[in-house]
């Protein structure tokens, strides 16, 4: 597998990745729209982020990207194609985006997991801190989770 930079003219590709992997977990039409243009990723976003690909066979089959607010790093996207869920894709990106980080100063990475992966960043070894209600759907209450980044990771 090989991870690399996200590239600006691959935005839609990601896009339609994040778009299948959300779907994946049975989400009715209606909530898959409400939540459209989060699931986008444009060429600026990959510009201006920390975005990573992690390809097999010259094809995308997952992406991981961070968002930096000052001192804080919050894990914005993380989506595996679902025909590569559970083959250590995620892991990989998770483990590669705490490297990038590290030299930056980064301690710890900030999650709002959808409920469905919540198990999967604590098997990682991130803790529950909290929740957050859905700004798009009052009354859903998202995960919130920190990773701890290991000096020299």
Do not use: N
Not at 38 to 43: E, F, I, M, R
């Amino acid at each position: 597998m090989l991870l690399r930079p996200a590239r600006p003219d691959e935005s839609e590709l990601l896009s339609e990745l994040a778009r299948a992997a959300k779907a994946h977990w049975g989400y009715p039409p209606d909530l898959m729209a409400l939540w459209a243009d989060d699931l986008g990723v444009s060429p600026e976003f990959i510009e201006q982020h920390h975005v990573i690909c992690a390809e097999r066979d010259g094809k995308v089959v997952g992406f991981a990207a961070v968002c930096e607010e000052g001192s804080t790093f919050e894990l914005e996207h993380l989506w595996i194609h679902p025909g590569h869920m559970r083959e250590g894709v995620g892991r990989a990106l998770v483990g590669k985006i705490a490297a990038h980080l590290q030299p930056l100063g980064a301690t710890t990475m900030r999650i709002v997991s959808d409920p469905h992966a919540e198990g999967f960043y604590l098997a990682l070894g991130a803790r529950r801190v909290g929740e957050k209600e859905s700004t798009k759907r009052p009354g859903r209450f998202l995960p919130v989770l920190v990773l701890d980044i290991e000096p020299g990771e």
